[in-house]
């Protein structure tokens, strides 16, 4: 039977590790931090990579090999190179390919840490960076300048759950010779897959649904080898690798990754539907919701919506701040993408240093609630979110 023709899951689940003398079923743990040598000119040929082989755990070790594999499986990518965290799998990427006097494009809602990485610290070494509107992607090309090298988005966004269309972003990356790169954390590799529509780079923070228990921080950088080549060089030398404990975490979590994923958007599905039939609740966003924006897009490039439902509920920022204090089963948290609910007002939280105008801009209204549906019993989570509305 040849692999190339197992279905998602069973790749998921089949695709390991060679198995070692001891015949372990579960691939093991490799905690170490280096690899010995038969002799000087097993060293040499090491070290002169005419051989393919685990050197020193900041290169590469089993267990993070074993990862960047089925990630690689998942995407559809040649290549990768797995980080501690997903903000070090983003700035690695970047300081890999940038040199000063480079300029990004970007779209104007990614991720905070992102934001805060174009907009404060590379302007240090005269990278710069312009912002697209999600809502008139057709305006890109007015940004892009003879020393833009990277077109960089996320879809679907973070927290207003905007969808942006992968082929049209793939089509302009290649008219004007950009590297596409697209952050696809809230999709994960099992709904939606960059690669296919044109992207050069897919990044994840496996902290999320990847891991999806809460447990460890982890990233991922996948796709074209020759720039992988250059992300590789530039991690071995600056030492921002995931971890073999966390890596080894996350490939099992990768066994679990499609059942997990179904039933996460099942849940976020009934929730979605729930929250547009609530007299307190104006609007609710959710991709698969026919009254989302992007509706059409979102369906050509996903195969399911996703965990996280945002809504919009009636009075504003005061009536965001009691509904949390409100809330009893689900949890006031940071994260997403974890067994248990999550929910945030990013207007008085995480998005709250930016002006009313500013978060206007990136679709974060004061009445924004983000729900990271979990994988509770689905009524016990709408209860929850029934009484803290009510
Ligand atoms: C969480 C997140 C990151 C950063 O990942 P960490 O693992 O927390 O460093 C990057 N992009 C998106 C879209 C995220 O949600």
Same mark, same amino acid.
């Given at each position: 039977m040849s692999t190339e023709t197992f279905g998602f899951e069973t790749r998921a689940i089949r695709s390991q590790l060679?198995?070692?003398?001891?015949?372990?079923?579960?691939?093991?743990?490799?905690?170490?931090?280096?690899?010995?040598?038969?002799?000087?000119?097993?060293?040499?040929?090491?070290?002169?990579?005419?051989?393919?082989?685990?050197?020193?755990?900041?290169?590469?070790?089993?267990?993070?090999?074993?990862?960047?594999?089925?990630?690689?499986?998942?995407?559809?990518?040649?290549?990768?190179?797995?980080?501690?965290?997903g903000m070090a799998a983003v700035y690695s990427t970047f300081a890999a390919l940038l040199n000063s006097g480079d300029h990004i494009v970007s779209a104007s809602s990614v991720f905070g840490s992102t934001h805060t990485l174009?907009?404060?610290?590379?302007?240090?070494?005269?990278i710069t960076t312009s912002y697209f509107s999600i809502a008139e992607p057709e305006t890109i090309e007015r940004y892009i300048q003879p020393n833009t090298k990277i077109l960089y988005a996320e879809s679907p966004t973070n927290p207003a759950v905007d969808i942006l269309d992968l082929e049209y972003l793939g089509a302009l990356a290649k008219k004007h010779n950009l590297i596409l790169i697209i952050d696809n954390c809230f999709a994960t590799p099992y709904i939606q897959n960059p690669i296919q529509f044109g992207a050069d780079l897919v990044i994840h923070?496996?902290?999320?649904?990847?891991?999806?228990?809460? !447990?460890?921080?982890?990233? %991922? *950088?996948? =796709?074209?080898?020759?720039?992988?080549?250059?992300?590789?060089?530039?991690?071995?030398?600056?030492?921002?690798?995931?971890?073999?404990?966390?890596?080894?975490?996350?490939?099992?979590?990768?066994?679990?990754?499609?059942?997990r994923v179904e039933k996460h958007c099942e849940n976020a599905e009934k929730v979605a539907a729930f929250l547009e039939e609530h007299?307190?609740?104006?609007?609710?966003?959710?991709?698969?919701?026919?009254?989302?924006?992007?509706?059409?897009?979102?369906?050509?490039?996903?195969?399911l919506g996703g965990n996280i439902v945002a809504f919009e509920i009636k009075g504003g920022i005061d009536a965001g701040r009691q509904f949390l204090d409100k809330i009893q089963l689900c949890s006031l948290s940071a994260n997403l993408g974890d067994t248990r609910t999550i929910v945030t007002?990013?207007?008085?939280?995480?998005?709250?240093?930016?002006?009313?105008?500013? !978060?206007?801009?990136?679709? %974060? *209204?004061? =009445?924004l609630v983000r729900v990271s549906v979990g994988l509770e019993t689905i009524t016990d989570i709408i209860n929850d979110l029934k009484q803290a509305l009510s």
């Open positions: 060679e198995r070692s003398q001891y015949l372990e079923h579960s691939v093991p743990l490799y905690l170490s931090s280096s690899f010995v040598f038969e002799d000087a000119e097993d060293m040499r040929a090491s070290f002169a990579e005419e051989k393919d082989r685990n050197i020193y755990s900041r290169f590469s070790n089993p267990n993070t090999t074993e990862f960047v594999e089925k990630i690689c499986q998942m995407e559809g990518a040649e290549a990768g190179y797995a980080f501690a965290t174009f907009t404060k610290y590379f302007p240090k070494w005269n923070s496996a902290t999320k649904l990847i891991d999806g228990q809460g !447990r460890v921080l982890g990233g %991922i *950088t996948v =796709g074209k080898e020759d720039l992988i080549r250059e992300i590789y060089l530039f991690s071995r030398n600056t030492g921002p690798s995931l971890s073999p404990f966390n890596a080894w975490v996350l490939s099992k979590s990768l066994e679990t990754l499609a059942v007299p307190n609740v104006k609007t609710v966003k959710y991709p698969f919701l026919k009254s989302h924006p992007q509706y059409e897009i979102a369906k050509k490039q996903m195969r007002h990013p207007a008085s939280t995480t998005h709250s240093k930016l002006t009313e105008e500013e !978060r206007l801009a990136v679709s %974060i *209204t004061d =009445g």
